[in-house]
């Protein structure tokens, strides 16, 4: 009499494992689960060639944008890199915003407009921010600028009176024709963290919101030309990640256990267990699927 056999892949122990695994698998992709950010800063290079009284670069004496004595320091992103971080963005199916500049003029380098065609070419959206100046000049940089970003937000703050900031609007709506204007005008300066010590910027209050909630970890990626990792505009020193890119995969940092804390405990208007966020003069902001809803205090 022939003896009967048994599959042992479904025995109860295996059953059991199999089980186990698969609860576990999916556990570990629940517990993952944070959106992916909507935009995206790569800051190419270090330098501005303004030194606006309200602009938090003048503060820093750390050697990333000015030395001790105050002078400017200037560095580069290697192109290479840059390429990396665009491919790995790709892999990742971002097809949010994307701009190449914090703290730093962005036209200064010329490898900009390659750049975020590059980007344009994966299905980022590229935006820049400009003082003017390099552009104003330059009529065939202005066409490609209004061929490749979706939108430009231009720095006014040379003007006197409100026709001469009427006249610079018209001026750059015509010179950038093709693509959305956006201004940053002066008398919307307001305190930020990093605000540099100064007589016009001591007239500012400067308020704080220590218990107000903040989703900005959920919606930045900003990656500074030396490779440090923020999730908010207002760290320029990369004190909440603590990561840098050239150490790290995108996907590692931001899926880090140390991100997900920083965006639970900010969700829940922790603002004290950081000290960047204790003195963040940002106030209190939520989570919206808009992207654009940022750009809402520029000037049309």
């Known amino acids: 009499m022939k003896r009967k056999t048994f599959d042992i892949s479904f025995s109860p122990v295996n059953i059991f494992t199999m089980f186990k695994s698969n609860f576990l698998s999916v556990q570990l992709k629940m517990k993952l689960h944070i959106p992916l950010f909507q935009r995206v800063v790569i800051e190419l290079q270090s330098n501005c060639n303004r030194d606006c009284y309200f602009c938090s670069r003048q503060s820093d004496t750390s050697g990333k944008r000015r030395t001790p004595e105050g002078k400017r320091v200037s560095k580069s992103m290697p192109a290479e890199k840059v390429m ?26 010329n490898r900009l407009i390659q ?15 400009t003082n003017g100046d390099v552009l104003r000049n330059n009529e065939e940089l202005c066409k490609k600028s209004a061929e490749v970003f979706e939108y430009v937000v231009v720095g006014l703050y040379d003007y006197n009176n409100q026709e001469e900031k ?60 030396n490779g440090d990792v923020s999730c908010c505009c207002e760290d320029m020193y990369g004190e909440l ?14 899926y880090s256990e140390e991100h997900k804390k920083i965006i639970k405990e900010l969700q829940g208007g922790e603002r004290k267990k950081y000290d960047l966020c204790l003195k963040c003069t940002m106030g209190p902001n939520s989570y919206s699927p808009y992207p654009m809803d940022d750009t809402n205090h520029y000037d049309r």
Request: proline content about 3%; charged content about 30%; overall charge positive.
């Open 166 to 225: 009427e006249d610079q609007k018209e001026f750059w709506i015509k010179r950038l024709y093709g693509t959305t204007i956006l201004f940053s005008i002066a008398e919307k300066t307001y305190r930020r963290t990093y605000s540099p010590d100064n007589e016009k910027m001591g007239k500012l209050e400067k308020k704080t919101y220590p218990a107000a909630i903040c989703a900005n970890p959920q919606k930045y990626l900003l990656i500074h030309y």
């Open 241 to 254: 990640m603590k990561s840098n890119i050239f150490d790290k995969s995108i996907k590692e940092i931001w």
């Open 84 to 109: 990396k971080l665009l491919d790995e963005l790709q892999s990742l199916n971002f097809k949010g915003y994307i701009t190449f500049h914090h703290l730093s003029e962005a036209f200064l380098d």
């Open 115 to 129: 750049i975020a065609t590059e980007a344009k070419k994966r299905g980022m959206r590229p935006y820049v921010h």
